[in-house]
């Protein structure tokens, strides 16, 4: 099992930035993609980025250009940084991990991130 913790959501102003993390615990070999997604109010739960214990990352189009996403293998940690914020940006944001054959997963409790002026 992992567990997961993201942080660092919070309210911004529109073209502002925001940097989230999410910390990884537990059993964390087993974990080779960590991504991100977001839900915004009334909206599904969207897949936003992701990276491979390799490095290789893939971005949705809405976000391609403004976030960008790294990891710290020996944190166990993943970064959502986050530029160019517009408030259709506004939504909780999911870490989430994966194993190569996706038999283990798992999913942050998420973190509300605010952009308005």
């Known amino acids: 099992q992992v567990q997961l913790v993201e942080s660092g959501g919070g309210l911004v102003q529109p073209g502002g930035s925001l940097r989230l993390s999410c910390a990884a615990s537990?059993?964390?070999?087993?974990?080779?993609?960590m991504a991100w997604y977001r839900q915004a109010p009334g909206k599904q739960r969207e897949f936003i980025t992701s990276i491979n214990i390799r490095g290789s990352t893939n971005y949705a189009d809405s976000v391609k250009g403004r976030f960008t996403i790294s990891r710290d293998n020996a944190k166990n940690t993943v970064y959502l940084q986050m530029n160019s914020l517009k408030p259709e940006d506004t939504a909780v944001y999911y870490c989430y991990v994966r194993s190569v054959s996706g038999g283990m997963n798992a999913w942050g409790k998420g973190t509300l991130v605010t952009v308005s002026s």
């Open positions: 537990g059993s964390v070999s087993s974990i080779y993609v």
